[in-house]
């Protein structure tokens, strides 16, 4: 069961989230959601990154929502089954940084 976060929570665990990756590529947190924007060197490499993180989101049962243009992949990502964020938008968020 999935459960939704709370606000002690969310600051926790996004501060661990960010602390993993690049200080000026944070995810942001835009009400029930975070947000990050990913840049490639081209769309077929941006393409490719999609694709990784397409399996890892139907392992996770998870799925991004997420906007391509190009080389760039802006992605929300929230829990539509808890009306939040839960664990699993941090665990898919993870992913996405460590395939990128
Ligand atoms: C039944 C199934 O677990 C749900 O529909 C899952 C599937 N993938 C999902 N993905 C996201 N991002 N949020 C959800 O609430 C969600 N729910």
Redesign the pocket.
Known sequence: MTEKLTEQDIATALQTLNNATAPDHPWVRKGDTLQKTFTFKSFIRAFGWMSQIAIWAEKL????QWYNVYNKVEVT?????VNGLSERDFSLAEKMDKFY
């Open positions: 049962n998870h799925h991004p990502l929230t829990t539509h089954d």
